[in-house]
């Protein structure tokens, strides 16, 4: 089901139609990553045109663009979001019955994204074509304490993975998270079970979260080349 694309004006589409799908009064989680911004960026544009919104961030990056738009902020401490807006590194499931499932954390957000996403009481997920799938089968990412690494990533092994430290890209030595973590990217090749391994990964001591979203995506907004495909599609 993968398709070629990922071009500017598909996540533009995309994250224009989510930021469409926000009413007036609503409480916002704020999603990190290229498609997301295009969403807080469109939503901004809404704020200024006399939309009455408050923002969830989940990064500094969200909270950082969130404020250049002019979102008004708030915490999960003070509100709930009626509906958060996210990325996602890959999505697989869109044709079948019941929600999709994706795979977040490129950005090594996805502890936080997570804890917004599903405090939400509606997630609505943009991509463009190059994220779909058939089946999971991208690296799972992993935030893990520092002092437990080797000791997850052999627990990782023997659930058939094969884990690897995330490297910084600017910096000797690994990625930390915003919450002092490392972050191990595992591959497991296409998951056929992705509540199994979800649940598996969790259970790990040492795993503060990982990046498979299962059962949680109310709705996908997929950017195309002439519009937007919006799954699930209305009958």
Request: hydrophobic share 45%; aromatic share 2%; proline share 6%.
């Amino acid at each position: 089901m993968k398709r070629p694309g990922g071009t500017e004006e598909q996540k533009r589409r995309a994250g224009e139609s989510a930021a469409r799908a926000v009413s007036d009064g609503d409480v916002v989680g704020l999603g990190t990553g290229s498609t997301a911004a295009v969403a807080i960026r469109a939503l901004g544009r809404r704020v200024d045109s006399g939309l009455d919104v408050r923002g969830v961030p989940t990064s500094y990056q969200s909270r950082a663009l969130a404020r250049d738009a002019g979102i008004p902020l708030t915490t999960l401490d003070d509100a709930l979001p009626d509906v958060a807006i996210d990325g996602a590194d890959q999505i697989a499931g869109l044709e079948r019955d019941g929600p999709a499932d994706v795979i977040k954390g490129g950005g090594a957000a996805h502890a936080r994204e997570k804890i917004v996403d599903a405090a939400a009481d509606r997630f609505v997920v943009v991509a463009d074509p190059t994220k779909l799938a058939d089946d999971l089968d991208a690296p799972v990412p992993i935030e893990v304490l520092s002092d437990a690494v080797s000791v997850v990533e052999s627990a990782l092994v023997a659930l058939g993975g094969e884990p690897t430290l995330r490297a910084a890209e600017r910096k000797d030595g690994p990625v930390v998270t915003e919450n002092g973590n490392l972050v191990v990217d595992c591959g497991f090749g296409a998951i056929g079970d992705p509540a199994s391994l979800a649940d598996g990964i969790a259970a790990l001591p040492g795993v503060v979260e990982h990046g498979l979203f299962v059962g949680m995506v109310d709705e996908v907004h997929v950017g195309v080349a002439d519009g937007v495909e919006v799954y699930p599609r209305e009958s």
